[in-house]
């Protein structure tokens, strides 16, 4: 959170006060306990803010046991695992980026949150492969859920090169602004730059990752290493891709009546495969992952603003509040992720 | 200026005719609490009236600066006070018991459909009314729910109120002491013409009562009779507005609407007849008028009608033919 | 915690403001406003603004009570259309609520104060409180284009699932209240840190005026309930685009859910909008009577447990809706806990009267109106807070004037009050305290007559919300009416009154009233820096050494 940071000051010359202390605090000791404190509170709020979408979750996780049951085989859980290693890793390279801010090792510190910011990378990209197969599949959220049929071909358009032309973009312009910083020869560029290359190509090693753990979960699919799109075309054809549907349907009754006559049908399966039963699941799901995704988008933002503040040199043993209070926020998104794994994708 | 409410002597100041077995409970403890109120009020207020003159900052008078410290009346005020919140709550929740405890064997039940802005009741013969009728004496269950959005079942004589939460049902009883007249209110904000979805409940001598639900069972003879009936119970009277009873709502009046062209949403016109009335009926959005293109609001009510009824509705609605159409606001 | 050590000579104590620097001359031109990181600038900003959404709110109100003069029985003959009024009934009640009440204290009068009072310079994190500034326009915003979009109709609650069908610009509404949400969040986090970490030496917890107790009291709630706000509406926001169905009884989610959601923030709302009162009026009670106030600690806890007890009632909203009954119980239970502070609280106020020298100006008068309103505020609450006649009276006008008689006899008029009394404070300018007293007077009266003949409307049956109503009725209805515009000409006059002193008020000396906290010993209005050395702390309530000095017009503290 940026309001962590003293604004320096600006029209009162209390000489006493070096730039980096604000001008309303008396000593570095009393930035640094508001700071912290002003964090502190920030992730109570945040915890309040998930707590709403959790308590949505035990209410109908409770209503409808089976749909929860059902859905989560939707979901990859090699996909989950792998993403909760990165964010964990992340933790530890944050943690290693406040004890470098506190040491003054800039070096080390920016190798650290650019680190940070590239797990955080993979793990949207990872995500971006999961969100895309699901709309694929159909898996959209409340009324827009389409009730699975085993061998019903599935949608053509390219969610996942949607979803990566915003970081294509970014990449573009990081490596721009990288050979900027060769062109004028400014360090403090090319210490910025650097780390945001790295996250930027990051993304395209978690899409690269997701798409080969999908893959292996697609039995046999053998176009892993083929560009995206082709990847997304060929599932569209492999009736592998939803297994679990046949799984579940304990008998042989095609479920392709039960979109149309739900009411009709009532096994377990037909009554959880539609809008308002598996639709509700992927609401919550979409809403949880959803807003935990633009947590991490945050997180990443204020981590690029540390990196400019570091590569300025401005952290020292005194100053490093904002470091760590990034660090506080970080680990509170990571230890949602914690939670959100075993909810969603390890029900069964 | 006599107040009307001054009018009525079989009603107090404060509430309406006492209609129900709970009436007597609720207002007891209403007229309990507003005279521990008084209790309180009254001397909070003269105190403070009081003290504002005697210790009024004037020329040659200085009174103390020291807070007062008095232990046994800070803890007075505070535990007394205590007790009488705990005397209050558990009247309330003795009250609330009783409306909620199991009506007693034998109960007329009856069904309440809660739609914008219509009351519907379904009683045990299979006879629909948009009006409630009760006997007196016997305990009346209402088993109610609701096609569309949050509506609630108030009856201010009965002093009972409970929401219709789509999605499931809700019920509530009462059991009604004094033959007459009552109004039934929507109490939960429900859109457009949320005041105007009211009923009168009748409570009727059980003889009343039986003829009431014989004839409610036969649909009137008369064709445009007929249509204006299916008119008032099939939720049509929620929307459009005819005669004079219609509510003004979000659907196109049938006031001296048939046979002149209507403009469509989608651009062009067609006759007001036949066919685009039970078009319409039975497939809402497929000629949606021009201003009305939330024509989805409307159930499809194709099953729900025979032909025959909506010929009868059809007769209504040329019946007004030369009605004049209300002043669209 | 080391001072700045810097000699300052403090100015005589009596001396007359105007000679120094102070904060309104401190810099000039349009940013110096806009970016200003000065806690009393952007106090002063936020009471402009918020002022401006009591008029827009308050002319709403008056075309709600003038369209019930009439019951309307026929549509075609009424002021407006059923639609109308209903948009009209919706954006007074998002207004009020969410742009006047709950910023109006903490926000306004809170951010200007609370520093000062505290004795530090400034908020922890002044650049947030600039943000939550601007978070505050932006969701003002949203409003503004949700009125002149195609209308609101939701009613300031938003219940599902007629906000899902609503053709309204819902999506719009629940952004703004979602950003104002965050501003409030930042706002209530920035003095929980300030009061923790920025007491200067000598300022213990327990020499805190009571009004900071009532914010920090108000900043825990902020804190801990908005968010759920925040998600709540979020999710609805998801309810309309994407159709989530949580709160869609259609799509198998549950109705009540939200209102469980909803309520588990607005309920404590209540007391985001009543405790800043609360502690408002214990600055008035004391400083007015130059007495020390009774019950100091009394105050202070009740404040806090005011707060945490109302975490747990919000279930008393919805006692009609069928929740389960031992919830029901359980919640109305709950409910009378927390009528008892609140008690406590009005009997320490009079309490503190006694025997104290009583100057009866403009404040003081709001703050004694203050007491008689709130008292039937509060005791009405016993009606609907039993759960036997909350059946007969939910929903109808015994809650609208409930609720009133909480939100605008006590918020309101508290506000009021504060305002006259740290008006000199802020502008450096008397008001004409006749006018002033005047303009209490009428706002009692048309007060009264407002909201007292709605609680009968409410105990004869007369539900909320209506465009029409029963002939029965028209008296009271009537009545309402007669009083609000009677209330409105009130709230005119005191405006004109506080304008008028900007104009042609007097110099305000430094301490005019006599009191005793902190933000009386700088200049009025105070310098940019409020105190240029940490200033020496006492009892915020000790009056002994405090004397009228009549050469300046004011009180001076006695070394």
């Known amino acids: 959170m940026t309001t962590a940071v003293a604004p320096a000051p600006t029209e009162h010359d209390h000489h006493e006060h070096p730039s980096w202390l604000a001008h309303h605090f008396d000593d570095a000791e009393q930035q640094f306990d508001a700071g912290k404190m002003g964090m502190w509170l920030f992730l109570v709020t945040e915890v309040l803010f998930f707590s709403g979408m959790f308590c949505a979750y035990a209410l109908y996780r409770n209503r409808n046991p089976e749909v929860f049951e059902f859905c989560s085989t939707f979901l990859n859980e090699k996909l989950g695992a792998i993403n909760t290693g990165v964010l964990l890793f992340s933790s530890l390279t944050m943690a290693w980026a406040v004890r470098a801010s506190q040491l003054k090792e800039t070096k080390t510190l920016i190798g650290m949150l650019g680190a940070t910011l590239g797990c955080a990378a993979i793990f949207l990209g990872v995500k971006a492969v999961e969100y895309s197969h699901k709309w694929a599949l159909g898996l959209f959220p409340g009324k827009f859920y389409i009730s699975q049929v085993a061998g019903a071909p599935h949608s053509e358009v390219p969610y996942l090169w949607y979803l990566s032309i915003a970081p294509l973009v970014m990449l573009v312009c990081f490596i721009l602004y990288y050979i900027y910083g060769i062109v004028t020869a400014s360090k403090f560029h090319l210490r910025v730059a650097g780390p945001l290359v790295i996250a930027a190509a990051c993304f395209f090693g978690g899409v690269g990752l997701g798409l080969v753990l999908e893959a292996e979960e697609g039995h046999g699919d053998t176009h892993a290493s083929a560009s995206h799109q082709e990847h997304s075309a060929d599932h569209a054809h492999t009736d592998a891709a939803i297994p679990t549907v046949n799984l579940l349907s304990t008998d042989t009754a095609p479920l392709n009546d039960v979109a149309t006559t739900p009411a009709e049908s009532n096994t377990p399966d037909s009554s959880v495969n539609q809008k308002g039963m598996a639709g509700l699941f992927f609401s919550i799901y979409y809403c949880m992952t959803g807003v935990h995704a633009f947590h991490i988008l945050g997180g990443m933002l204020v981590i690029t603003w540390l990196i400019v503040k570091a590569a300025n040199l401005e952290f020292h043993s005194k100053y490093y509040g904002p470091v760590d209070n990034v660090g506080l926020y970080w680990h509170l998104v990571d230890f949602i992720w914690i939670f959100l794994f075993p909810l969603l994708y390890l029900i069964t | ?329 | 915690m080391s001072v700045v050590t810097k000699p300052v000579t403090m100015p005589a104590p009596n001396l007359v403001a105007g000679e120094e620097d102070n904060y309104l001359t401190h810099s000039s031109g349009f940013l110096s406003w806009a970016l200003t990181l000065d806690h009393k600038r952007i106090g002063l900003m936020y009471l402009t603004c918020v002022m401006a959404s009591f008029a827009l709110g308050g002319i709403l109100a008056l075309l709600v009570r003038i369209h019930l003069w009439n019951p309307n029985l026929d549509p075609t003959q009424a002021l407006f259309s059923n639609k109308v009024y209903n948009q009209i009934f919706t954006l007074h009640g998002a207004v009020m609520v969410f742009l006047f009440i709950i910023p109006s204290i903490p926000a306004a009068l809170g951010n200007f104060l609370l520093p000062i009072m505290l004795g530090s310079k400034d908020v922890a994190f002044p650049r947030l409180n600039l943000g939550s500034f601007y978070l505050w326009v932006a969701g003002a915003l949203f409003f503004l284009f949700s009125m002149f979009a195609t209308g609101l109709d939701t009613g300031w609650t938003f219940y599902t699932p007629y906000s899902i069908e609503s053709q309204g610009p819902v999506v719009a509404a629940t952004m703004g209240v979602f950003v104002l949400g965050f501003s409030s969040i930042f706002t209530g986090l920035n003095f929980i840190v300030t009061i923790n970490t920025m007491r200067p030496p000598g300022m213990t917890w327990f020499r805190m005026p009571l009004f900071l107790w009532a914010i920090y009291s108000t900043a825990i709630i902020q804190v801990l309930a908005t968010p759920v706000l925040g998600i709540t509406m979020l999710l609805l926001a998801a309810e309309r685009i994407l159709g989530i169905g949580i709160f869609d009884a259609k799509m198998n989610g549950d109705p009540v859910a939200f209102q469980h959601f909803f309520w588990f923030y607005s309920h404590p709302a209540v007391y985001i909008m009543i405790l800043p009162a609360m502690g408002i009026i214990s600055e008035l009670m004391s400083v007015h009577s130059h007495k020390g106030i009774l019950g100091y600690r009394m105050i202070a806890y009740s404040s806090i447990a005011i707060a945490l007890f109302g975490f747990l009632v919000w279930g008393h909203h919805m006692f009609t809706s069928g929740m389960a009954d031992v919830t029901t119980i359980v919640f109305s239970a709950l409910t009378f806990t927390v009528s008892i502070p609140s008690a406590i609280k009005v009997f320490n106020w009079i309490g503190t009267m006694y025997q104290g020298t009583v100057s009866l100006n403009t404040p003081m008068v709001y703050a004694l109106a203050f007491i008689f309103l709130f008292t039937i505020g509060g005791l009405t609450g016993l009606f609907l807070g039993a759960l036997s006649t909350d059946m007969h009276l939910h929903a109808t006008y015994f809650v609208v004037a409930h609720f009133h008689y909480v939100m605008m006899g006590g918020t309101l008029v508290a506000f009021l009050g504060g305002l006259f009394h740290w008006w000199p404070k802020m502008t450096g300018k008397m008001f004409n305290d006749f006018a002033g007293i005047v303009s209490a007077a009428i706002v009692f009266v048309g007060f009264n007559l407002t909201f007292l003949p709605q609680f009968v409307l409410g105990t004869r049956g007369m539900p909320r919300r209506y465009a029409s109503y029963a002939l029965e009725f028209q008296d009271l209805h009537r009545l309402s009416t007669i009083g609000a515009v009677m209330l409105g000409t009130g709230l005119l006059v005191a405006a004109l009154t506080l304008l008028h002193s900007l104009f042609y008020g007097s110099k305000a000396p430094r301490n005019p009233w006599g009191g005793a906290t902190l933000e009386w010993e700088c200049s009025s209005p105070p310098p940019h820096d409020n105190f240029s050395s940490a200033p020496t702390v006492g009892d915020p309530y000790d009056f002994s050494n405090i004397e009228y000095d009549p050469k300046v017009g004011g009180y001076f503290k006695k070394k």
């Open chain 2, 1 to 329: 200026m006599i107040p009307a409410f001054f009018a009525d002597i079989n009603e107090s100041f404060w509430f309406p005719k006492q209609a129900s077995t709970f009436a007597k409970d609720v207002d007891f403890l209403y007229d309990a609490i507003l005279w521990i109120s008084i209790f309180f009020f009254v001397p909070i207020v003269a105190a403070m009236i009081y003290f504002s003159i005697k210790y009024r900052d004037r020329p040659g008078y200085k009174g103390s600066t020291e807070a007062i410290h008095n232990t046994t009346i800070e803890i007075l005020w505070s535990v007394i006070p205590t007790f009488i919140a705990g005397w209050i709550f558990w009247m309330g929740l003795v009250g609330y018991l009783d409306m909620q405890r199991p009506p007693p064997a034998g109960t007329e039940d009856i069904k309440v459909i809660a739609k914008r802005w219509n009351w519907n009741f379904k009683y045990k013969n299979g006879a629909e009314h948009p009006e409630l009728h009760v006997p007196v004496g016997k305990a009346a269950k209402m088993i109610m729910r609701s096609d569309d959005v949050l509506h609630s079942f108030y009856v201010p004589a009965f002093r009972i109120k409970r929401d219709i939460v789509p999605g499931r049902y809700n019920y509530t009883w009462f059991q009604p002491t004094i033959e007459g007249t009552y109004d039934l209110f929507c109490s939960e904000y429900c859109g457009d013409n949320h005041s105007t979805m009211n009923a009168k409940v009748f409570v009727d001598s059980e003889e009343k009562y039986a003829k009431f639900l014989a004839e409610a069972i036969k649909e009137p003879e008369d064709l445009v009779e007929r249509g204006k009936w299916l008119y008032e119970r099939k939720a049509c009277k929620g929307c459009h507005y005819a005669g004079k009873d219609g509510a003004q709502g979000p659907g196109p009046s049938y006031n001296g609407s048939w046979g002149k062209p209507v403009p469509l949403a989608v651009g062009g016109e067609v006759q007001f007849d036949e066919n685009y009335v039970s078009e319409s009926i039975l497939n809402p959005i497929a000629k949606a008028r021009k201003g009305y293109e939330n024509a989805s609001a409307m159930p499809s009510y194709k099953g729900q009608l025979k032909e025959e009824q909506i010929e009868a509705l059809i007769a209504f609605i040329k019946s007004l033919e030369s009605a004049t159409p209300p002043t669209k606001k």
